[in-house]
């Protein structure tokens, strides 16, 4: 069974993974490198769901109330910030942030607190909020 | 073609993309294989660690996806442990593409030799048959009966008791049938019906004394059909049985009454376009005062009915079958008969919204003489009361007709 993800809209109407990923600046290899590193992780938390990428340390947390990190390797050590739901009852994963882990801190450090108040964000509007997730590199390409 | 293959084929046209897609990929089947067969096998990280010659943190290493680190040496003791081969293979990135849309724990699952089919008549592996306990051993007899359309007489040995597994005595043989069919396959309980279908419409009425054996498979397969509640499939059957019925003395019992698994299978796999039917007969059975259970028929019925997605015509439904044997209305009698039914139905099934809701509907949509003593004769009987929220609407109404009228 898949589950929903979906990606928060900044207020500018944003997606807000896409605007951090763009941030990093890397070379289009690095860059495709990455992509191919988070959608792999993406799709398996979508196809297996967060208990089983918990247990395997792909997902780490809850690093702040009901945010999660998901783990991902590639050419940095990328952490994509996202919650359950958070709509009650939705099957579904938001993606709320992303950051890049550097000797055991995150880049950018207000990263999690980004990602909560986003959270809340998707609560209070979540049709203006989030749009479904369809492959993270899309926009780079 | 899933939009998940669709968009793989596209980006892993990318190098960069593909190889580290794969990478990951392979991290991560590493640790959730591990982690897969050793639950299957039942074991935890120490007692696995133990077998091995490491520390319990050694396996629980090896079960992380961010590990990296893994050689094949200790792969290899670790598998040999699970009871399983490792396999180290080259393989193409077109064939990355199905594996990253099939990855789920039970593609990673593996049985061990005592539990591999290869060794035991030939039969391929397959892990959705590899669930353990005794509701894998029932699966493992289901799923391929139903596949290779087995033998009707299985079903018949299944519904009388035979060859379940041991576990578990107190286990309706249908419950058996239906959590075997778990995780919910439609093809697959779609499969179940029909054949349940063919068992009812040629094995069960063959015999006009039959024993207790008989007698238990029947009843057995109408549970099986009540809770499967496929319409299309099973209705036929079931409303030929209801109709043999008459011909032929009913197994169990000398009447089918409202709880008897006949009767619950023919409410619940009931085509709407034949109900009216069924509900001409019951009514026509309660103008006649042929049968004292009556209310309990309409509570079935109110039941069968209700679960349209529209609230039938109850009012008509009944006056036609009384115009059509030229019966006059009983109207104290068929309020209460209904007020009697709509009170069974309203308590039997609490959580059913769309069920209250069209009982409602029928309640309050009934001709202003009858509405009125029905639904007092329905608040009447409902132990406790009826909420006023949803109390004051039907009165509401019902005094809404009477006035029109």
């Given at each position: ?141 | ?275 009216p039917d069924l509900w001409s007969l019951w009514a026509s059975r309660f103008l006649e005062e042929r049968d004292k259970r009556m209310p309990?028929y309409v509570?079935?019925g ?11 015509n109850v009012f008509g439904i009944v006056q036609g079958a009384s115009q059509a044997k030229r019966w006059s209305l009983d109207l104290p009698k068929i309020s209460a008969t209904l007020?009697?039914g ?24 009934l001709p202003?003489g009858w509405?009125?003593p029905i ?31």
């Open positions: 069974m898949e589950r929903r993800i979906w990606n928060f809209i900044g207020a500018g109407g944003h997606d807000v993974m896409l605007e951090w990923a763009d941030a990093l600046h890397l070379d289009p290899g690095v860059r495709a490198k990455l992509d191919g590193a988070l959608e792999g992780a993406l799709d398996r938390l979508r196809r297996q769901g967060f208990d089983i990428l918990l247990h395997t340390n792909a997902v780490a947390g809850p690093i702040m109330n009901d945010i999660y990190a998901l783990r991902v390797n590639g050419p940095v050590a990328a952490r994509v910030l996202f919650c359950r739901g958070p709509l009650p009852g939705e099957d579904a994963f938001t993606l709320l942030a992303g950051a890049v882990e550097q000797g055991r801190k995150l880049s950018p450090a207000d990263a999690p607190e980004n990602a909560a108040r986003n959270r809340e964000l998707a609560l209070k509007e979540p049709a203006h909020r989030r749009k479904l997730y369809d492959g993270f590199g899309k926009a780079a390409d | 073609m899933t939009d998940l293959e669709k968009r793989l084929i596209e980006r892993f046209r990318d190098r960069a993309y593909r190889e580290s897609y794969a990478e990951g990929f392979l991290n991560s089947w590493i640790a959730q294989q591990l982690t897969a067969v050793r639950h299957q096998r039942g074991k935890t990280q120490l007692q696995l660690a133990k077998e091995v010659g490491t520390k319990q943190s050694g396996i629980s290493r090896l079960e992380r996806e961010d590990y990296g680190r893994w050689n094949f040496a200790t792969l290899q003791k670790v598998a040999f442990a699970l009871d399983c081969r490792l396999k180290v293979s080259l393989e193409t990135f077109g064939s990355l593409v199905s594996e990253a849309a099939d990855l789920s724990e039970a593609s990673l699952r593996r049985p061990s030799i005592e539990q591999d089919p290869v060794f035991h008549g030939g039969v391929p592996w397959d892990p959705e048959l590899a669930e353990p306990g005794p509701v894998g051993e029932m699966r493992r007899k289901l799923i391929p009966w139903l596949r290779n359309e087995g033998p009707l007489e299985k079903l018949g040995d299944w519904m009388q008791g035979f060859d379940l597994p041991l576990a578990g005595d107190d286990t309706e043989p249908s419950e058996w049938l239906l959590q075997a069919l778990l995780p919910a396959d439609g093809q697959l309980e779609d499969a179940l019906a029909a054949r349940v279908a063919e068992f009812i419409q040629k094995a069960f009425w063959t015999r006009a004394d039959p024993g207790k054996r008989q007698v238990r498979s029947v009843r057995n397969v109408f549970a099986l059909a009540e809770v499967l509640r496929k319409p299309v499939v099973l209705g036929q059957a079931v409303w030929t049985a209801y109709g043999q019925r008459a011909d032929l003395p009913f197994p169990g019992s000398d009447e089918p009454g409202p709880e008897h698994p006949l009767i619950r299978a023919l409410t619940y796999n009931q085509p709407a376009e034949e109900f309990d509570g079935a109110l039941v069968g009915l209700s679960r349209l997605q529209e609230a039938p007020g009697s709509f009170s069974r139905v309203w308590a039997e099934f609490p959580d059913e919204q769309v069920l209250k809701k069209n009982v409602i509907v029928m309640a309050a949509n202003d509405s009125v639904i007092k004769g329905w608040f009447e009987s409902i132990p406790g009361g009826i909420p006023p929220e949803l109390r004051d609407p039907i009165v509401e109404n019902a005094e809404k007709l009477a006035l029109t009228a």
